[in-house]
């Protein structure tokens, strides 16, 4: 069964730091990995898809990076914002495509940017 | 686009009744998911729906029941609920494009069972 750990669960900078949030997964024949951010009391946003044969995705400030073989990833915040502080979940869909299509997440790491 | 639309947003049950948690979305995807989240347990995938006609249990579907309406809409209903279903209970689509295969979450129905 996959399993999917956050480290840290939570997590408080200042204002402008680098950061980096951590996802790792029992289970390497994924299909691909997500990052989602969750702000409190609403539903989830996608924001980066890695595909198992890709390394890494950027998207603004954000870089997520992916190492199949060692169950894991990152996602990269650079010069973090007020605006960035929110639940951020991780999730692996297993399986080649064909009939599994399920999400397997992690607790999720509650960021806190101070300004 | 409205997205993934979820009826109602809150809802306080007692023990035994029973109810029907609505979902739609407008993004013509084929894949529909029902989940819940709760505290130090993560969201967790109750039953879902990879294309019309067809539903398949999650990781946690007892007491719970689905309904694939049509390409647009999956229902989720408990027929009996119980104090242990209190959560919240998020709707998703996805496309199951192999390029895109971003799944899209709806608000989220926060249930309370008394």
């Known amino acids: 069964k996959q399993e999917v750990t956050q480290i840290p669960a939570a997590l408080s900078v200042p204002e402008g730091e680098n950061l980096v949030l951590n996802c790792s997964f029992t289970?390497?024949?994924?299909?691909?990995l997500q990052w989602f951010r969750q702000d409190p009391g609403k539903g989830l946003t996608s924001l980066l898809l890695?595909?198992?044969?890709?390394r890494e995705q950027t998207s603004g400030r954000l870089n997520a990076s992916l190492d199949k073989s060692s169950g894991r990833s990152t996602l990269y915040i650079a010069a973090s914002q007020p605006g960035d502080s929110a639940t951020y979940l991780c999730a692996v869909r297993q399986g080649s495509g064909g009939s599994n299509y399920k999400l397997t997440f992690g607790k999720g790491t509650l960021l806190t940017v101070n300004p | 686009n409205a997205g993934v639309t979820q009826t109602p947003k809150f809802q306080v049950l007692k023990t035994g009744q029973s109810m029907t948690l609505q979902c739609a979305q407008d993004m013509n995807h084929n894949s529909m998911y029902w989940y819940r989240q709760d505290p130090g347990m993560g969201l967790r995938l109750i039953y879902y729906s990879a294309s019309e006609g067809t539903t398949d249990k999650g990781e946690v579907p007892n007491g719970y029941n689905v309904s694939r309406l049509n390409k647009r809409e999956f229902s989720l209903r408990l027929e009996s609920a119980a104090p242990s279903q209190t959560s919240v209970y998020f709707c998703?689509?996805?496309?199951?494009?192999?390029?895109?295969?971003?799944?899209?979450f709806g608000p989220g129905t926060r249930l309370t069972v008394l």
């Open positions: 998703a689509s996805s496309a199951l494009d192999s390029r895109t295969d971003t799944q899209y």
């Open positions: 289970d390497s024949a994924i299909y691909n």
């Open positions: 890695i595909q198992s044969s890709q």
